[in-house]
């Protein structure tokens, strides 16, 4: 996938101001991932497509649970692959497992991030 502008690698030193400060001005969605996790890899190029497409409507922030398990412990998540929505400083959604492309735009559509008329790939 081509670097994009609204995809961008998160940590624990930049979560904060990336995600959580970052969500006042615009939605953040958070993809907490694990690079031996099969449901991972199927669902992060539908995350980028989407990211991509709706070219800065959200962030799309990647959190490797592997090398930041102090963070993805005190977020409470307990299974890979984990999408949290955050706005206007706070989680306000999530949904776990590999969902397929459709079911992403709903969520995204459910929130009112991005275009709802934007058909499907």
């Known amino acids: 996938m081509a670097s994009s502008p609204h995809i961008i690698n998160v940590t624990s030193a930049n979560f904060e101001e990336i995600v959580v400060e970052g969500s006042a001005k615009q939605p953040v969605l958070v993809d907490v991932w694990a690079d031996w996790c099969g449901p ?57 497992g590999a969902l397929p492309e459709t079911e992403v735009r709903r969520f995204l559509d459910h929130h009112k991030v991005g275009s709802s008329d934007t058909p499907p790939a």
């Open 40 to 96: 991972c890899k199927s669902l992060m190029p539908i995350l980028e497509k989407l990211a991509t497409e709706h070219d800065g409507a959200f962030i799309l922030a990647k959190l490797d649970a592997d090398a930041n398990q102090e963070l993805v412990q005190q977020m409470g998540v307990r299974g890979f692959p984990t999408v949290r929505l955050f706005k206007d400083k706070q989680a306000v959604d999530e949904f776990a």
